[in-house]
């Protein structure tokens, strides 16, 4: 339905000294902080994981070499959605305004939309780390989690999982900063090799910048009356954080691992505008459109708690 002069009253009349509700600042393309981003040609793009090899074991003198055999483990899909949007103003609304081109307005107001949306698509990969309802392509969660709380590993094809949680959740401190550090070091390939994860980004709700400061700033141990170093930030144990506004839970946090084909974006079109009137009625409307897709590959580019409660 098209915006007419009936929603817009004050803007036709004189005496009016501002118009406000369209011009707040935006945060950031946080969700760039994220993922790693790809282009694609078609509907959807897959990924599959593979298996290498097990270790080398020792050859007797005479004896035959022993061949290992490689397989696939498992395939992520990505499906690109369509997102889009648009407005319509009157003929006489668009003559009889006063103060400021509606168009331009409007304009402005609809690329806020679209970028809020695609701020919201982004974060709600982690918003949903602990959910089953959102399986990856090795049928766990993103963080592994099921439905009681109670922490899944990923499997391997060479047995065993890798776990990329807690126990059970832990706030964000010291003591679950380092735990975490620890357990991202053990992590194994679908073989059994260690492969050498450390973390590399911190991502945070807001609520927790202030910990996060005090964790990573201080020279000091943080929270401590020891006269000890802070080897959070004497080693350099997370290089970066970053806080992300679109985050639901307020106890949850994450550490992005240096393991690639982690979280990703894929770019299948990119956002256009495009505007018509229409001949019968003079009606002028505008359409934002842009398709993409939001996921993860490899479930180790990521550990998370969900918190304590």
Known sequence: ?????????????????????????????EWKELFETESSERSFE???????????????EGSAIEYDQAQEAFTARYTHET?????????EALEDNLYDSLSTR??????????YTKQVKGASVLNNAFSQSYLGGDGVSLCGVNSSGTRVGHPLVGGGVNYNSPTVGVDLNETSVEAATIQIAAWV?????LIAAKPRKLV????????????FGSTLRPESANNDVNALKEMGTVPSRTVNHFLTDTNAWFLLTDVPNGLKHFNRVSMSTNM?????TGNVRYKARE????GWSDPMGIWGSAGSS
């Open 1 to 29: 339905m098209a915006i007419s002069r009936s929603q817009l009253l004050k803007e036709l009349l004189p005496g009016l000294n501002a118009l406000f509700g369209l011009e707040y600042k935006r945060y950031g393309e």
């Open 46 to 60: 897959e990924e599959t994981k593979l298996s290498g090899f097990g270790s080398a074991p020792v050859k007797s």
């Open 83 to 91: 997102v889009a949007l648009g407005f319509s103003i009157t003929e």
């Open 106 to 115: 409007y304009t402005k107001a609809l690329a806020r939309a679209m970028s």
């Open 189 to 193: 390939d679908e073989r059994g090799l």
């Open 204 to 215: 945070i709700p807001p609520s927790y910048m202030f910990v996060a400061e005090r964790l």
């Open 276 to 280: 018509d009137g229409d001949f019968d």
């Open 291 to 294: 398709r993409y897709s939001f």
